[in-house]
Nanobody
Framework: QVQLVESGGGLMQAGGSLRLSCAAS????????MGWFRQAPGNEREFVAA????????VVADSVKGRFTISRENANNTGFLQMNSLEPEDTAVYYC???????????????????WGQGTQVTVST
């Protein structure tokens, strides 16, 4: 089991920045990748970014490319999502998730992930 706790969400004006954190505990030695998703009211859960925990290879959704950056700190088992130039359309609950196995992994697919955090609210005002 891996437990995930997100933090860093809040209210921000458009154009501002926030940094989300995802602290992992438990069987962290089994983590292969971490992903970030978001879900706005009435919308499906949307892929934001993912990072391979060991080598650090990452992928970012086109909708946030150039504004959001994903990273991780292996020593502390913590992942980050740096969000710059925030827009009102970025308002959502943001979730981090962890994948254990490499085989069959599709970073952008929510069903690929084994563990999820509770989410943190990000609200961007005009």
């Amino acid at each position: 089991q891996v437990q995930l706790v997100e933090s860093g969400g809040g209210l921000m004006q458009a154009g501002g920045s926030l940094r989300l954190s995802c602290a992992a505990s438990g069987r962290t030695d089994s983590m292969y990748a971490m992903g970030w998703f978001r879900q706005a009211p009435g919308n499906e859960r949307e892929f934001v970014a993912a990072i391979q925990w060991g080598a650090g290879y990452s992928v970012v959704a086109d909708s946030v490319k150039g504004r959001f950056t994903i990273s991780r700190e292996n020593a502390n088992n913590t992942g980050f999502l740096q969000m710059n130039s925030l827009e009102p359309e970025d308002t959502a609950v943001y979730y981090c998730a962890v994948r254990r196995l490499v085989m069959g992994f599709v970073p952008s697919r929510a069903g690929s992930y084994d563990y999820w955090g509770q989410g943190t609210q990000v609200t961007v005002s005009t």
